[in-house]
């Protein structure tokens, strides 16, 4: 007997398909939730990672340059967990995103006299009355009794030690892509807790480490975008179609 039309669901309309992400976060949020939710791939994972984690080898110097790099590389970095960081996001997400970072100290001056002193220090001490206003800094001088806008002077960091193996969330990275030559740029979905953090500058530790193009970019209500070469992309290529 002949079965009449609309007898048979959708064999396509089904909860699995109704479920497919529709776009690359929603993706991520896919294959992060598996992977926390069943431990024993996760485990697999680790397993599978760990075979390709091995010591490290340095060649080509001498045996105290390589005790000097290894010391730095293993305590100073901490290399080995930088690099189970990033090979457990590009084996989940199958994105890994890294940035080599040297930081700054951050001073204050008078642009009456000059005086300069680091912002933690101008920050901490009550007599000079420091406030955080509309991304401006403002303090009194101890020096001449000034008393408004402060200039700002970065100054980079010159020790070995200071050096930062920054991992950047997948979920925070978006990727401009021009499918003509290939270029890919990359913008930091600044987070808001970070932004509210900046804007108020109540936080001390964030605001004398936060750059100040990233500032700048917080105060526009923008994204970030990085320079080239800053970021470094590991990502598993798509199948040719």
């Known amino acids: ?5 609309g007898s048979f669901p ?10 497919m992400p529709e776009n690359i976060q929603l993706a991520l949020r896919w294959v992060e939730y598996i992977a926390q939710r069943n431990g024993t791939y996760r485990q697999a994972i ?27 590389l293993r305590e100073t970095l901490g290399i080995y967990k930088v690099l189970n ?5 590009y084996m989940i997400y199958g994105n890994a995103f890294v940035s080599v970072m040297m930081p700054f100290k951050r001073y204050l001056y008078c642009p009456k006299c000059f005086y300069e002193a680091p912002l933690r220090k101008i920050a901490l001490n009550p007599k000079f009355a420091f406030k955080w206003n509309n991304f401006e800094f403002h303090a009194k001088c101890q020096n001449c009794s000034y008393q408004g806008k402060w200039g700002r002077q970065d100054r980079r960091e010159t020790q070995e030690s200071e050096l930062i193996l920054k991992r950047w969330n997948p979920h925070e990275i978006d990727i401009d892509w021009d499918e003509f030559t290939g270029e890919r740029r990359y913008i930091w979905k600044i987070p808001e807790i970070y ?14 480490r936060a750059p100040w193009h990233l500032i700048e970019t917080i105060k526009n ?12 992309h590991m990502a598993e290529e798509p199948l040719a179609g």
């Open 1 to 5: 007997m002949m079965q009449s039309p």
């Open 10 to 19: 959708d064999p396509w309309n089904d909860a699995a398909s109704l479920t």
């Open 46 to 72: 680790h397993r599978v990672l760990s075979y390709f984690i091995t010591d490290i080898e340095i060649t080509d110097v001498s045996d105290e340059e390589k005790q000097k790099y290894d010391k730095f």
């Open 85 to 89: 960081e990033v090979g457990m996001d």
């Open 195 to 208: 932004r509210t953090q900046v804007k108020q500058g109540k936080n001390l530790h964030v605001l004398e």
């Open 221 to 232: 209500n923008n994204n970030m975008r990085f320079d080239k070469d800053v970021i470094y």
